[in-house]
Every structure is written in structure tokens, then in C-alpha cells.
């Protein structure tokens, strides 16, 4: 029952969200989203502070329950194994006693099944994702004295051994240094170019239109999906943001 | 050195000392390992609710004539089901409900017992601080049956649970079944402070869950080796605190509670004076 080394060509599913609404107590987060998220591409995720791109981030995923809609993967309900969730940096306690190795591996936890030990391979995998962002040099360093963006790269290679179908990265370019945020660039093209989802929560408008390939504008609502020259227009814009923005959109 | 050979051989004759001495070790390991949970998911405060919150299970239980384990457990679960219940139909904080619940939980406990004392003797103080010397055969095999299910627990589930504790976020995004691992650790939590009570008493017990891992988290970098150094302070924590009851006539809770505060103390200072650059 063990998998191949090699992953399967991924079959080109669409991440389909139909009328996706999520309430947190009284407040409405996010009203009827409707979006196609294809494989393939690196989908931004952006819109003003409060306007619910970690939600429906979560609401994807399945992380927050829906109050109505649905979300389909290449029509079926998406399975963990499926997903590699990258959290916000600032949502993770980074005092916590743990090495980068015992980060990295716990993207196996779910692929080694209970009662299992991660075996060999899945050491391998978890190894390989390590090298992959470029720190296998740190797998003995506690995740307390890693840099913000090191600590970025484990969460990636921590997805990365998740070998999942579907990427999903929380602001993962918040405060990181510039040499891990281009590693972390490179890495998400290539997921991409090798025919994943990869949905990426982000908030600089101006890097957006470099890096990504399609991108959902929301404030609550989905104000605009398209491609990032499509999308990022004063006048669009000013309808996320409700004024117009002093975006030099040439940097 | 013959002379400390007589003083730590020489209690172990008697049958009651015997019946400590594992006890003593049982707790120390168990405490240490499920504590190192509940300290890196900064919920020290809960384990502190959930063991006041086991008196009234006893109260309960003595009247009624059944396993004071038993009862002590079902009140614990009780107690945590509670809080939980407030957290999520209440836009109160989790210290809130927590601080609610056991006070109360811990009064009814208190007034319970006040009431069966009337009729009965029995030493509430037994109960609040600890008695590790006076723990009958038949403790001795509840705690040492709920420590080797608790570590067995806790070994087979080792990285799930280390995964939620770490990233709950992940893990349930991961397909893991975060809310059952969340309620698991609660009863294992339970089954801990239940069998730690005769020994240290509910009022101290936190100390044990605690302050071991706490020492390791200060000298080692892994979860794994918190737990397994945690262990080594507790179980030292409670042999050396069970010599002292033996020795001083002291209650046992407060003497293996010192003994784990001094190991603390030992290493914050060694940490502070000796800290690199």
C-alpha cells in the first residue's frame, strides 16, 4: 500500500466555490464568494485589513465552518490529505520546544497513519522539501532562533513533504527577509508549473502584479477575479478599498 | 555514604513505604509527561481548574459508596465539558470560564466533605494536600494502571498529538481530527490529576504538571526530551519530597512540590548566570 516516490501527474481539477458565506458571531466575514481557483497558476488572494482573505482561506479548507455555500474539488469534498495549509506566521507559537527537523516531519504525520512511525521514506520526502527551501544546513536548529523568513521556509517545506494537490499559504511573505522571499517565489512556481493549486493570502498590491498569475480581490464580497493587470485598476480597486490608492503599480 | 545509604534503604521495610515509593515514581513520570502538553499550549490554568474541580467527584463518591477514582474522573471530565460549554455559547474568555467552573466545582467540594465529616472521619486535609504514605494496595494499582495506559496513550498517539499541539490549525487542515485529540488530551489530563491526588493532594497537583516539564523546557530544545527530563525532575521531585514526609512528618504534597520548585529554581538561576555572551 505504499505510494510511489515519484508523484502521479496530478489530474487538473478546479478548486469550485459556489455562494461560500461565513459568520463569526453577529458579523457577516464573507458573503455569497463565488470563484473557480484552477491548478496551475498562483492565485493572490488580496483586499484591505478585515476584508476576510485568511477566512476564506480557512473557509476553503474547511477550517471555519460555513453558514452556506459550498466547495468543491474536481467535484468531491476536499480531503486533508489533499492540503497543505501553510498559518500565519504570528499564529504559531514559535517558542514552542521543537527543531526544524521535528517541524518539517510533521508534514508525514497524516501520510504515516496512526499508530505508525514515519518511516524511511517519509524521512526522505521530509529531507528533500528541507533542501528544497534551501535549509537543510538548520534541521538541528530550534525553531526559536530562526529568522522570520527561515521560519517561513520550514512551513514551506513542512507543505512541501505534505505532497499535497492543493497549496495554501497564509501571508507567507509578511516580514521575511528578501533571499526567502524569493526562494519561497521559486518554490510556488514550480508547485504551480507542476500543475498544483497554489492560493497565496497576500497584501502588497504592487508585488502582486509580478508574481501572480490570477488573482481574487475581496472586501467581504468578491470584488474582482481575473488576471492581476485585469484586477488591479484604480477604478476596481477603489471599490475593495473605497478610495483610490496611491499605487505605483510600475515597482 | 553508608549513613544516606540507611536513610533512603532503611523506610523501604515497611510495606507502607513500598506502596509510596511506586507511587512516587509513577506520578513523577506521568505528571511530567502529560504536564509537557499543557505547558507548551499555555494551558497550565486549565490543568489547575480541572484538579479543583475533582473534589465534589470525591465528595460525591464517598457518600455514594463508590471508587473515589471513579468519581474524582467523571467531575474532572464533567468540569472540563462545562468550561468548554461556557467558552463557546458565551463571548467570555476561556480564564473567565475557566476560573468559574472550578471555584465552583472546588466549594461544592469543600462542602461536601465539611457535611460527611459530621458523620464520618475523614481528612480533608489528605485530599487538599497529599498523602503519598498512607496509599493503600489498592491505589497503588489504580495509579500504576492509569500511568501505564496514560504513557501508552501518549506514545502511540505521540506525533498526532504533538502536531495539534504545535499547529492546530494545520493539523485539522492536514485531516486530522483535532477536536477528538483536543478532548483526549483532556481525559488523559484527568486520568493524570486523578491519579496524582492521594499523593500530592488537588490543591498542589499543578506544580507537578507543571514545574518539571517547566525545568527541562529551560535546559532542552525537544518535546521529547522535555518530557523525558521532566520526568526525571518529577520523579526525583517525589522521592525525594516522600523522604521528607517520611523523615519530618510533613504532608506529602507540599514536600514534592518544594523539592520540583527548588530543581526550577536550580536551573532559572544557572540559566540566568550562566546564559551565553
Redesign the interface.
Known amino acids: 500500500m505504499k505510494k510511489p516516490a515519484v508523484s502521479l501527474p496530478l489530474r487538473p481539477a478546479s478548486l469550485v466555490v459556489r455562494d461560500l458565506t461565513v459568520r463569526y458571531?453577529k458579523l457577516l466575514a464573507l458573503e455569497r464568494i463565488s470563484a473557480e481557483i484552477r491548478p496551475g497558476r498562483i492565485t493572490g488572494i488580496l483586499g484591505p485589513n478585515g476584508a476576510g482573505k485568511s477566512t476564506l482561506l480557512?473557509a476553503l479548507?474547511g477550517?471555519v465552518p460555513k453558514e452556506g455555500g459550498e466547495v468543491r474539488y474536481g467535484g468531491q469534498v476536499l480531503?486533508?490529505?489533499q492540503?497543505?495549509?501553510?498559518?500565519q506566521r504570528s499564529?504559531?507559537?514559535w517558542s514552542?520546544?521543537?527543531?526544524v527537523w521535528?517541524?518539517v516531519?510533521?508534514g508525514q504525520?497524516?501520510a504515516?497513519g496512526?499508530?505508525r512511525?514515519?518511516g524511511p521514506q517519509g524521512r526522505e520526502r521530509a529531507a528533500q522539501a528541507l533542501e528544497r527551501v534551501g535549509m537543510g544546513a538548520y534541521r538541528d536548529r530550534?525553531i526559536g532562533r530562526l529568522s522570520g523568513g527561515q521560519q517561513q521556509r520550514v512551513f514551506l517545506a513542512?507543505a512541501l513533504a505534505?505532497e499535497a494537490e492543493i497549496y495554501?499559504l497564509d501571508e507567507p511573505f509578511a516580514g521575511i527577509d528578501q533571499p526567502s522571499e524569493a526562494i519561497v517565489f521559486q518554490v510556488l512556481r514550480e508547485l504551480a508549473d507542476a500543475g498544483h493549486i497554489v492560493m497565496v493570502v497576500h497584501h502588497d498590491l504592487g508585488q502582486a502584479l509580478a508574481h501572480f498569475d490570477e488573482v481574487l480581490l475581496l472586501n467581504r464580497v468578491l470584488i474582482a477575479q481575473g488576471s492581476p493587470q485585469q484586477v488591479l485598476q484604480p477604478q476596481v480597486l477603489q471599490r475593495a478599498y473605497g478610495r483610490i490608492l496611491p499605487l505605483d503599480l510600475a515597482a | 555514604m553508608e549513613g544516606l545509604w540507611h536513610t533512603l534503604a532503611d523506610p523501604l521495610r515497611f510495606a507502607f513505604m513500598q506502596r509510596a515509593l511506586l507511587v512516587a515514581v509513577a506520578i513523577g513520570i506521568l505528571c511530567a509527561v502529560v504536564g509537557s502538553y499543557l505547558l507548551v499550549q499555555s494551558l497550565a490554568l486549565l490543568g489547575d481548574a480541572l484538579s479543583h474541580s475533582l473534589l465534589p467527584g470525591l465528595a460525591i463518591a464517598y457518600m455514594l459508596g463508590l471508587n473515589l477514582f471513579v468519581g474524582a474522573f467523571v467531575a474532572g471530565v464533567l468540569s472540563a465539558l462545562l468550561i468548554q460549554w461556557i467558552r463557546s455559547a458565551t463571548p467570555l474568555k476561556p480564564d473567565a470560564a475557566m476560573g468559574i467552573v472550578f471555584s465552583a466545582f472546588f466549594a461544592l467540594g469543600i462542602l461536601l466533605i465539611t457535611l460527611i465529616q459530621r458523620r464520618a472521619r475523614i481528612d480533608l486535609n489528605h485530599f487538599l494536600f497529599g498523602n503519598l504514605l498512607g496509599v493503600s494496595a489498592a491505589d497503588v494499582l489504580t495509579v500504576v494502571g492509569i500511568t501505564v495506559l496514560v504513557l501508552g496513550l501518549v506514545a502511540l498517539f505521540f506525533k498526532e498529538l504533538t502536531f495539534y499541539s504545535f499547529d492546530p490549525l494545520g493539523a485539522k487542515a492536514a485531516g486530522l481530527p483535532t477536536a477528538e485529540l483536543g478532548w483526549g488530551l483532556m481525559a488523559l489530563t484527568s486520568l493524570t490529576l486523578v491519579a496524582s491526588m492521594k499523593a500530592v493532594g488537588v490543591l498542589l497537583v499543578l506544580a507537578m504538571l507543571i514545574t518539571p516539564p517547566a525545568t527541562a523546557y529551560l535546559l532542552v530544545p525537544r518535546l521529547h526530551q522535555v518530557m523525558l527530563l521532566g520526568s526525571l525532575f518529577g520523579v526525583g521531585a517525589s522521592l525525594l519530597g516522600m523522604y521528607a514526609s517520611y523523615y519530618l512528618n510533613v504532608a506529602s504534597g507540599p514536600a514534592i512540590v518544594l523539592v520540583a520548585s527548588a530543581w526550577f529554581g536550580l536551573a532559572f538561576l544557572g540559566k540566568v548566570l550562566f546564559r551565553p555572551g
Open positions: 458571531g480557512k479548507l477550517l480531503r486533508g490529505e492540503v497543505a495549509y501553510v498559518p499564529a504559531i507559537d514552542f520546544p521543537a527543531t521535528d517541524v516531519l510533521m504525520v497524516r504515516a496512526w499508530l512511525r514515519i530550534p513542512r505534505q495554501a
